[in-house]
């Protein structure tokens, strides 16, 4: 599986960005995405999540601000990020969990940077 981001760009606080996933190669039916993002020095910190039928978690900073969603025709993933703030500012990831066999198999992707000025 290869997951491509796109999206991430120097934008203002209060505004508003969309990223993107593509997922390709073997994608089973029922799967989780999930964005995660990282700034330099610090860990890399969930975001949202997303599972093939629309389930969606996020964490409380970005309650209210960001949309999860996905399109499982196409797959993809998007988070639409409104009211973006400095402390948005990070390097965010697209990751895919999926199941074979009982067993778990995780993918990331390469990052896209989101950069909000004061």
């Known amino acids: 599986v290869h997951l491509v981001e796109s999206g991430g760009a120097l934008v203002q606080a209060g505004g508003s960005l969309k990223l993107s996933c593509a997922a390709s190669?073997?994608?089973?039916?029922?799967?989780?995405m999930e964005w995660f993002r990282q700034v330099p020095g610090g860990q890399r910190e969930f975001v949202a999540s997303i599972t093939n039928d629309g389930i969606t978690n996020y964490i409380d900073a970005v309650k209210g601000r960001f949309t999860v969603s996905r399109d499982n025709d196409r797959n993809m993933m998007f988070l639409q990020m409104t009211s973006l703030t400095p402390e948005d500012t990070a390097l965010y990831y697209c990751?895919?969990?999926?199941?074979?066999?009982?067993?778990?198999?995780?993918?990331w992707g390469q990052g896209t940077q989101v950069t909000v000025s004061s």
């Open positions: 190669g073997s994608i089973f039916s029922e799967n989780r």
């Open positions: 990751y895919l969990r999926q199941e074979q066999m009982g067993r778990g198999y995780v993918f």
